[in-house]
């Protein structure tokens, strides 16, 4: 699985953005697919995940209820709409696909494909 991030740019604290997470290669509709970020001097975290089929998703307790992943197989596409931006959200971000989750969708080391990372910035 080749898998291509996009949708970040330099917005104000408050605003929105959506990211994409294409994919292309083996069958995408069989991996769970994650959103992880990493701010400069910091190690990478867990932003969000969802399930192969959709029906179920995870977030870290810093994103909850401001971010939403999603996905659509059909376009071999997953997205994370973020809204109520803060400048501590400011990182890069990076998409992931897992064919098996056993410790956990947070868990970095459960994912075999990453794509490049997209930078967000968020000004105050």
């Known amino acids: 699985v080749q898998l291509q991030a996009s949708g970040g740019g330099l917005v104000q604290a408050g605003g929105s953005l959506r990211l994409s997470c294409a994919a292309s290669g083996r069958t995408f509709s069989n991996y769970a697919t994650g959103w992880f970020r990493q701010a400069p001097g910091k190690e990478r975290e867990f932003v969000a995940a969802i399930s192969w089929k959709g029906g179920s998703t995870d977030y870290a307790h810093s994103v909850k209820g401001r971010f939403t992943i999603s996905r659509d197989n059909a376009k071999n596409t997953v997205y994370l709409q973020m809204n109520s931006l803060k400048p501590e959200d400011t990182a890069v971000y990076y998409c992931?696909?897992?064919?098996?989750?056993?410790?956990?969708?947070?868990?970095?080391?459960?994912?075999?494909?990453w794509g490049r990372g997209t930078l967000v910035t968020v000004s105050s």
């Open positions: 992931a696909a897992a064919f098996t989750v056993r410790a956990g969708w947070d868990n970095d080391d459960e994912y075999d494909y």
